[in-house]
């Protein structure tokens, strides 16, 4: 496979082949560009890769649906899965190497290694998901080993998920550049996400009022309203919406993600809710 900058794309599924890629890439001087993903790739996803295919000489893709960041009942099984679809798109836009381990190549039978942040992952997702945010660090720590990228690519769509690695990256001092991306949507304002495809035609066409919600708590934020009477407008705007089930809606410090209850000022807005079986999460930022 030959991807758009003329060079041939390689899958592989062994760490080893991807140290070997590595090594004869450090050789020749090039920078490389990780973008972690669990596959099922949208523009989202995609847009992160572009940007690193114009930062970096030779950009990483991962594909692994990780299956230690799944909770018991959650949708491990029936996460969407389509490699041969996901390649495509990504040789289409210049992606040098596709790294698509199974599970037991990931993790051995006895690993007993978790990489845990404190503190950031308690509340918003972390709440809800318990164990969650471990699976995502350990996971990505080991991508970072395994690629030893320069640079990394994630969306701000998981606001939480860039915040918690972020910090990971500083306290263990990994040498990686963590780069977020704005959220990329649809048309009407639905956060692209894999687990959209799980939606009915009704639950797409009722999904964008997470977003507006969101918006029009933004707007109350920016007109100065305290944190908690951002979090009221959102809700009562979603309740009138009976197909969202809200697990939390959350109005949050940009940097510590505690809750900002009766202040104003910089806050990140986050929500998820159900949607029939499809748990759907988007953030909106308002600058002080
Ligand atoms: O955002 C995701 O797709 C996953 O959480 C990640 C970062 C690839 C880790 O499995």
């Known amino acids: 496979m030959y991807n758009a900058r003329g060079d041939e794309m390689r899958i592989v599924s062994e760490k080893r082949d991807v140290r070997d890629y590595h090594a004869q890439a450090r050789r020749g001087g090039a920078s490389i560009g990780l973008v972690p993903t669990m596959g099922a790739l949208h523009e989202g996803h995609l847009s992160l890769v572009r940007r690193a295919t114009q930062e970096c000489d030779r950009v990483v893709v991962s ?10 009942g959650e949708d491990l099984e029936k996460y969407p899965r389509d490699l041969e ?3 495509a798109a990504l040789e289409a836009i210049g992606a040098d190497l596709i790294f698509a381990p199974a599970p037991a190549e990931m993790y051995a039978p006895d690993a007993c290694t978790t990489v845990s942040v404190g503190g950031l992952t308690e509340g918003l997702c972390g709440q809800f998901r318990p164990g969650h ?17 320069d640079r990394a690519y994630f969306g701000e769509k998981d606001y939480q998920q860039l915040a918690v690695i972020r910090r990971m990256v500083r306290d263990l001092d990994i040498p990686v550049e963590v780069i977020g991306m704005p959220t990329v949507r649809e048309a009407d304002g639905l956060a692209l996400s894999s687990r959209n495809r799980y939606l009915s035609p ?14 029009s708590g933004a707007a109350a934020g920016r007109e100065g309203a305290a944190g908690a009477e951002v979090e009221r407008i959102v809700a009562e705007q979603l309740a009138q919406e009976p197909l969202f089930r809200p697990q939390y809606i959350r109005a949050v410090d940009p940097g510590s993600l505690e809750p900002l209850e009766d202040r104003s000022g910089p806050m990140v807005i986050a929500a998820a809710a159900y949607i029939g079986n499809t748990r759907l999460i988007d953030n909106i930022r308002v600058e002080g």
């Open 202 to 215: 009704q639950e797409r066409a009722a999904a964008p009022k997470l977003q507006a919600a969101l918006q």
């Open 85 to 87: 679809a996901d390649a």
């Open 133 to 149: 945010f471990d699976g995502v660090t350990t996971v990505v720590c080991k991508l970072f080993n395994i690629v030893q990228p």
């Open 63 to 72: 594909i692994f649906v990780n299956p230690t960041q799944f909770g018991p």
